[in-house]
């Protein structure tokens, strides 16, 4: 059997509607109220947004419900599903911890309870019976003041192990602050932290040569070979990966159809750019999203062809930032 590797997916958008629902029904939660019956909430949960900003709301709504005390419920399902559907042997799954402590206490309590959080994920997402390996990457947030980001990079360095690197996450805001995000991420490096960012996602602004240096992937980047394909022999020459998650783009607004990946595909190829495949948040796609179902799509629209199928499936392997072990592709 293939196994493979995702390693961009979002804690929040990785389960299945069908979960979210059931759990929203063992709590008799409020937003039932709108929602009497599944199809209805899986319509609402998966339909394709204008614009990110807009995907994000609905993200948020998710990540109030992954408190500490039900994070054991969730990551179990999604450990689950990605060895059983999707015959990932490993997985990065990325998640901001301080948007899953409790809502009601002061941001003091709050930070404090960020290692718990860390700690109980680590602890679920390795049961015995789904035997895949899954790392942690913790996510600042562009919407967080410098100061609390600071903060959870402390955590990811004092949980270096379980968890392999950072990534920068929230809207594509404030695209002048760059240089906060790079000293953050440049700290992480010399911590021993991978880095990743969410860049070029929905548009070219927020790309700065300067995070180049203290970058080893970037999340998305399309934009990059679309729009400032002079970029890329640098990302060639740091082996910089972008992470690319097809169907993500249609339901973030970002894209309209796959037409346009195949110049990201193609120029990424020529200049010698490194792409792994991912997810992003494949619960949020109408179902069934998967990344070997996202390979299938990426080869019926012709972005890439089927020969090239391998060496894709094995650039997630190569980018990986915890991958110990021989691919099983
Ligand atoms: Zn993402």
């Known amino acids: 059997m293939t196994l493979y590797a995702d390693l961009h997916r979002h804690l929040g958008g990785a389960l299945h509607p ?3 629902y ?3 029904q063992r709590q008799d939660h409020p937003v039932l109220g709108y929602f009497p019956d599944y199809e209805g909430f899986y319509n609402w949960f998966t339909r394709p947004c204008r614009t990110l900003e807009e995907f994000v709301k609905i993200h948020t709504l998710v990540e109030e419900l992954q408190s500490v005390e039900h994070l054991p419920y969730f990551c179990f399902r999604l450990c689950r599903g990605a060895y059983t559907f999707e015959n990932l042997q490993y997985m990065e799954i990325r998640y901001n911890p301080y948007f899953r402590t409790d809502h009601k206490q002061s941001t003091e309590i709050r930070l404090g309870q960020m290692d718990e959080v860390v700690e109980v994920i680590t602890a679920n997402v390795r049961p015995a019976e789904y035997p895949i390996t899954v790392r942690q990457i913790l996510c600042l947030d562009r ?3 410098e100061e609390l980001n600071r903060k959870i990079l402390e955590v990811a360095k004092r949980h270096i192990g379980p968890v392999v690197g950072i990534d920068l996450a929230g809207p594509e805001i404030d695209p002048g602050k760059w240089e906060v995000w790079v000293k953050l991420m ?7 932290l991978k880095t990743t960012a969410h860049l070029g996602e929905t548009s070219i602004e927020n790309v700065h040569s300067q995070y180049f240096p203290v970058l080893d992937r970037i999340g998305h980047g399309i934009h990059i070979p679309l729009l400032k394909p002079e970029l890329l022999p640098e990302l060639a020459k740091r082996q910089i990966s972008l992470e690319v998650c097809p169907t993500s ?3 973030t607004g970002v894209l ?4 346009r990946l195949k110049a990201v595909f193609s120029r990424c190829k020529a200049a010698g750019v490194p792409i792994a495949v991912c997810t992003d948040n494949p619960g949020r796609n109408p179902a069934p999203c998967t990344l070997p179902g996202e390979y299938e799509r990426l080869i019926d629209h012709d972005v890439i062809e089927f020969h090239e199928l391998k060496e894709i499936q094995n ?3 190569r980018s990986a930032f915890g991958f110990v072990g021989t691919p099983r592709i």
Do not use: N, V, W
Not at 186 to 192: I, K, L, T, V
Not at 256 to 259: A, V
């Open 18 to 20: 069908r979960i979210i």
């Open 22 to 24: 059931k759990f929203l």
């Open 143 to 145: 919407r967080l003041p």
């Open 186 to 192: 440049g700290e992480a490096r010399a911590s021993g």
């Open 249 to 251: 783009y249609r339901q």
């Open 256 to 259: 309209q159809d796959f037409t």
């Open 315 to 317: 650039e997630a392997f």
